[in-house]
């Protein structure tokens, strides 16, 4: 090949390689990361708050890390009860909590947890939000407040104690000037037996009691509450109650920021969310159970409820949500959504499912003592 051969050649290469990037433009190099910055409404120690962490790392895990979600705890940007706020307005891209934490904004958003849902528990709440029309009303209801997020309710809670008091709750009128914690719809109910309601967070509630401000108080389960100290301040815990048998956590994204991720991540998301909830349900059961035993140890005494006082949390629910409900259509709406999914969906699970009791009594009771010998 000659030098004149060589050179004309170079020339081709370095014009077809010139023609090729005006034929083919670069292909733009793939984006970092997408960064999300949330907040719980749960201090670091609670349970819930390793709820939230579960569902911050089963999205960035199934992401591969294409999103990347960091949850701090309650306080560390605004307090607890400004969760709704701080996402709607991108403060922060997220959050982790309940609904009836922004009761203010709208007394209907108390009714996702906040009462005895028609004898429905909370998983019977969420199939009702997923296929009979919780979902869409959710929806609709954030829209009438302005509220830029996109809402996923998921984690059913077992039902909650009726709460910790200096000494065994036997009748209704044991409520009448008691400085009590509840939140949601509970507080007219409760108010409405006597007692003196004030809405804490979750971490403020036993440092209220240590200091005298509150008498009693109810938040949510032994491990969140053997967590936060209760067994300090209280060796009585009542079990059982209709103010908050069937609640569920939130998931919450700022709108703006949501609608702007890829589909396929959304779709991650909604996936992991029903993912989520399912792993809290299971270490729910894991981890109560073990810690009703540890407050047990602890001196702790749980006595059941007694039967006047549900009935009197019911009577004084409705006389609540009838006050709650004036000049509110969508409170109307969603009650009466609620309503005709519980008529056939508790009556099929009364019917259908067998109690546990014998069953439990079978293998675990212990069987009467032999009288005595004379």
């Not at 890390?65 to 403060?91: C, M, Q, R, W």
């Not at 509630?205 to 005298?212: E, F, K, L, N, Q």
Request: aromatic share 10%.
């Amino acid at each position: 090949m000659t030098d004149k051969t060589r050179v004309t050649r170079r020339n081709f290469l370095a014009g077809a390689a010139g023609a090729s990037t005006l034929a083919f433009p670069m292909i733009a190099k793939a984006q970092g990361p997408i960064a999300m910055r949330w907040q719980s409404t749960w201090p670091s120690k609670d349970i819930f708050h390793e709820y939230a962490l579960d569902f911050a790392k089963k999205v960035n895990d199934m992401t591969g890390g294409d999103l990347k979600i960091e949850v701090l705890p309650a306080g560390a940007v605004v307090p607890a009860f400004g969760l709704l706020d701080a996402v709607s307005k991108g403060t922060l891209d997220g959050g982790h909590g309940v609904l009836v934490y922004h009761y203010g904004k709208q007394n209907a958003l108390a009714l996702w947890g906040s009462g005895p849902a028609f004898g429905m528990d909370a998983n019977m709440m969420l199939a009702w939000h997923k296929y009979g029309g919780g979902k869409e009303l959710l929806n609709k209801l954030y829209g009438s407040i302005n509220a830029n997020v996109v809402s996923f309710p998921y984690g059913p809670m077992p039902t909650q104690p009726l709460g910790w008091f200096k000494k065994p709750i036997t009748k209704a009128t044991d409520f009448k000037g008691l400085k009590f914690r509840t939140v949601g719809i509970s507080i007219d109910v409760f108010t409405a037996l006597g007692a003196a309601v004030n809405a804490l967070p979750g971490g403020e509630i036993v440092p209220a009691m240590d200091r005298g401000l509150l008498d009693a108080a109810e938040f949510n389960n032994a491990s969140s509450d053997n967590l936060l100290g209760f067994s300090d301040v209280s060796k009585v815990c009542m079990l059982q109650s209709y103010h908050q048998n069937a609640e569920q956590f939130e998931i919450m994204f700022n709108k703006t920021k949501f609608d702007a991720l890829p589909g396929k991540i959304k779709a991650i998301i909604e996936n992991a969310v029903e993912a989520a909830s399912s792993d809290m349900s299971w270490k729910a059961i894991d981890r109560y159970s073990k810690d009703y035993m540890d407050l047990q140890k602890k001196g702790v005494k749980f006595y059941k409820t007694p039967d006047p006082v549900l009935a009197q949390q019911l009577t004084g629910y409705d006389a609540a949500a009838a006050k709650k409900s004036e000049g509110n259509a969508l409170f109307k709406e969603i009650e009466a959504s609620q309503k005709a999914f519980a008529a056939r969906a508790v009556k099929w699970e009364l019917d259908t499912v067998v109690g546990r009791r014998m069953a439990y009594n079978h293998y675990f009771a212990k069987p009467a003592a032999a009288p005595k010998k004379g």
